[in-house]
Each structure stands twice: as C-alpha cells, then as structure tokens.
C-alpha cells in the first residue's frame, strides 16, 4: 500500500472487554513497530516484529497485552479485559530495513477509550 | 534508560517568522541518532529531520535546521519563514546506534499565528 494503514481509527471499549487493533505496513517492510501514546504524552515502545518473528515486547505493560504478526505483514494488537488506564492512540510504524537502520514510517493511529 | 526532555508545552509564532524547539537528552552513550518528529492532528508521525550523534555539521531540512550541542547535550529546532502548515505537535525523539527503539520527548505544541 502506499503508507501504513491502521484500523479502527477510533474504538469505544467498556472496562472488560477485549479489542484488537490492526496494522497493514507497506508492503515489503520487515520491521514493524508498536507504540502507545497517553494524552498529551510521547509515544512509547511497545513491542518490535522482524517479519514474522517478535524479537521484542518489554515495553508491553501487562499479560493483558499481546501482538501477534503470523505472516510477516498485518500486525494485530489484543488487549484482553480493557482497563482504563488502556485508553491511548496506539501506533502502528514500519521500516523496510531490519534492526536499527532505516527510516520508520507510522500510521495514523487507533484511538482507544475505555468507558 | 535514556530520557529526552522538552520543555516547553507550546509555542507561538507569527506567519513567517522563526521559532526555535528546545530539547535535551540524557545518554552514557557516544553512537546515537537523534530525531524531531511532526504530528499533526491526523496523528501521523512525520519525519522532520535527523542528526547523527558522530556528524559535527548541525542538519537542515529546507527551512527546518538543528543546532546540536553534544557536550551539552541539546538539540535544539529552528522552524524559519514558519508556515500555517507547520502547526502541529513536535516530538524529539532519541535512539541508540545499536537499537531499534525511540524514545520521545513529551513534545512541544506549535501553533502559526496568521
């Protein structure tokens, strides 16, 4: 595709319930990247795919948390039973180079709120 | 953990004049890479420039440029002829030469005054 798509652009969640949030990178990129950014905050890492494989999720803030990328492209993000805390635009960023090098490209982000 | 630190919550400027970012960081480290994002209100993060930790020459981008102090650790943005497009939130963002992650300031929120 021509940029990083991400979707919803907006979920409404009740405490309690699961969501998944989803990432389409441009095609070819073999990094893929999640973010999560609180209101009136920087975005912070979450967790890092290299194609299929996650070589990184120290920065996922719970159990509750989980990204997956079966295939090395469409990334999904699960957040089993909301808390309000939950509630941030997460981001979606990929690159077509592997580890540190190359420029990131980021989506618009899904704006989660927890009721 | 290295931490980069924005102080400065919002910034005005007039239609054309020049507004200058501050920014500061914390790092043991001598390889790093240093960032200013734009994030409009659509939310995408946009690249505005980058600077090398290893390049003395301060980077520029068209009408956006850096002055980058490494000993004081600073790494500041100038906004020149600022335009009504540049309004958005700016975010410093820092990594390591041999890391993948970023780590973003708190961001300052511009606004261009017509």
């Known amino acids: 595709g021509a940029g990083v798509s991400q979707s919803p652009r907006y979920k409404v969640a009740k405490r309690g319930q699961d969501v998944a949030l989803r990432c389409d990178p441009i095609s070819g990129h073999v990094s893929l990247f999640w973010y999560q950014q609180a209101l009136g905050q920087g975005p912070e890492f979450l967790t890092y795919?290299?194609?299929?494989?996650?070589?990184?999720k120290s920065g996922l803030p719970s159990d509750r948390f989980f990204a997956e990328r079966p295939e090395g492209s469409v990334s999904t993000l699960k957040i089993q039973r909301t808390q309000k805390e939950d509630s941030a635009v997460y981001l979606c960023?990929?690159?077509?180079?592997?580890?540190?090098?190359?420029?990131?490209?980021f989506g618009e982000g899904s704006r989660l709120t927890v009721l | 953990a290295q931490t980069v630190t924005q102080s400065q919550p919002e910034m005005s400027v007039q239609e054309a004049e020049t507004v200058t970012l501050s920014c500061t960081y914390d790092t043991s480290e001598s390889d790093y890479y240093l960032f200013w994002y734009k994030q409009p209100p659509s939310r995408q993060m946009i690249l505005v420039i980058r600077q090398e930790a290893y390049k003395q020459q301060n980077a520029t981008e068209n009408r956006f440029s850096v002055n980058f102090q490494k000993a004081a650790k600073s790494f500041s943005l100038k906004i020149s002829d600022s335009q009504l497009g540049d309004a958005a939130m700016y975010f410093c963002a820092y990594r390591s030469g041999g890391d993948y992650k970023l780590s973003f300031g708190a961001g300052t929120t511009v606004t261009v005054r017509a």
């Open positions: 960023a990929s690159s077509s180079k592997q580890g540190p090098t190359g420029e990131l490209f």
């Open positions: 795919f290299q194609n299929e494989a996650q070589l990184d």
